[in-house]
């Protein structure tokens, strides 16, 4: 949706104060991987769900996720998502969830700079980042009380994104468009297609 809507872009852009249109060559990456922090480095599970690219300065604005409805009450979120990160390997990698990595929930050696690494090239997380959720999970929160995050955190719901990019058929085409692949042609080689394995 962020590659082929200036309405999401800027919707995105102004949520996290960063402007996101009329900029060349800003594009959005899914799964960007961590790449270290100060003296620590990521092991390859550590991904950014979406990274935006922003190549004039190699800064990278983070989204993350949470698309489910279960256990994301502010307790259950905190618990899950919110714990301080840890080392391993012999104190040479960092551990934790993403949303205490982008938290800033580190070691106080790991400093303030997260890097993340895509297509060979090194851009540095954003101080402001993107957390998306469902619209009934922002309203239980507003209700109930929301996880303690910290004002970096700007929270958008999928809905208003999909609102954003547009009504319900061009969001339906764009779905399409994402699972038209050929999976059995791309699965299976001319052997299987033959009927010989």
Partial sequence: MFN????????????????????????????????RSGPYIFDGAHRVDVGVLLPGTLQCLPIEAKMGTDRLSRNEFEKRFLQPCGTSHGGNRLTGSMISILEKKLPASAGEKIEVRSNGIIYQLTQEWILVV??????????????????????LTIEEIASAYGDYSAFNDLVGELFSADYYHQWFDEEVLQGKA
Avoid: Y
């Fill in 4 to 35: 082929s809507s200036q309405s999401v872009r800027k919707l995105i852009g102004d949520k996290a104060g960063i402007p996101l249109i009329d900029k060349d060559n800003i594009t959005a990456m899914p799964e960007v991987s961590l790449a």
């Fill in 134 to 155: 469902r619209k009934q999970v922002l309203s239980s929160w507003h209700a109930r009380g929301t996880p303690s995050l910290s004002p970096n955190c700007k929270i």
